[in-house]
């Protein structure tokens, strides 16, 4: 009599180990182990679990400022500022009855009802003048392509965006209030004129040469007509500020923990002084802007 083997028992489907009750026959290419859609990242080849991207990224190089050290040298987030610039710029020209100057330039007027206007501002630029958003983009290539890698990606965003508010909030600050609208990238480029000033002190670097063009620059808003040079002085405060923060942070565990409070203790420092003016003034709302 001869005895036959047991029937094997059939494999059980492979399952994410993030997500038991989810079948899933692809794998990831670092650690082999199944991973539901949910769980899957595009890699440069096949497909990454969320936890191996994980890991990689903890294991990217940092620089000095914590920020990532990424093989790829071009500065993606001035690219994506230009580009929005831009689009804003055209958008100006093809939408009609001024709808975009309307609706997003800064006055001094609209501080207390539409503060946003604020930020929105630094993304306009005059029709009048294809210069203004010419020397402005120019400008910002040059400042963003060396401070974008030293700061890192989120880093400089910020300190960008902070300074667009702190341009504006100067140019309220030290200003009538009016109907007289401001636009442009100016304030947010003399902030990065203060980052780059603050990165190479802190680098121990020598800082003659960029104190000469800060202070052409800064002629040039009391000479020209028509130059918030208040919106310079704001913009050039506050990007250095912003940048101090990031730049003298401690290093090690707490660096970005510290980063981030300081960052938030200059904006709130900038929504402080100007609401504590707009209450001062009582502003109302106005019905349009002037240019």
Do not use: K
Not at 204 to 213: I, K, P, T
Not at 265 to 283: F, P
Request: charge should be positive; hydrophobic fraction near 50%.
């Amino acid at each position: 009599m001869s005895y036959g083997m047991p029937p094997a028992e059939p494999a059980a489907p492979p399952v994410c180990p993030r997500h038991p009750d989810r079948v899933s026959y692809v794998r990831c290419q670092r650690c082999g182990r199944p991973a539901c859609p949910e769980c899957q990242r595009p890699a440069a080849v096949g497909i990454q679990c969320i936890d191996c991207v994980r890991e990689v990224a903890a294991l990217a190089p940092r620089g000095r400022y914590g920020g990532t050290l990424r093989r790829s040298g071009q500065p993606l987030v001035t690219w994506s500022i230009i580009g929005a610039c831009v689009l804003v710029y055209l958008l100006e020209w093809l939408l009609p009855n001024d709808a975009v100057f309307q609706d997003f330039a800064y006055a001094t007027v609209f501080t207390g009802v539409e503060p946003w206007r604020m930020l929105t501002s630094a993304f306009l630029h005059s029709q009048s003048f294809i210069l203004h958003i010419g020397l402005n983009m120019y400008t910002l290539w040059i400042f963003g392509r060396v401070l974008e890698p030293a700061l890192g990606r989120w880093r400089y965003l910020l300190v960008y965006l902070i300074s667009a508010l702190g341009g504006s909030v100067g140019f309220f600050l030290l200003t009538p209030v009016s109907m007289t609208a401001v636009i442009g990238a100016s304030g947010a480029i003399f902030g990065l004129f203060g980052a780059l000033f603050v990165v190479v002190r802190q680098r121990g670097g020598s800082v003659g040469q960029l104190l000469v063009l800060i202070a052409i620059n800064a002629v040039l808003g009391f000479v020209v007509p028509g130059i918030a040079w208040q919106a310079h002085l704001g913009g050039l405060v506050t990007g250095g500020l912003t940048t101090a923060v990031i730049a003298y942070a401690p290093r090690g565990r707490y660096q970005l923990a510290v980063q981030i409070a300081g960052m938030a203790a200059v904006v709130a420092l900038l929504v402080i002084v100007t609401a504590v003016r707009v209450a001062g003034l009582g502003l109302a709302q106005p019905s349009s802007i002037g240019s």
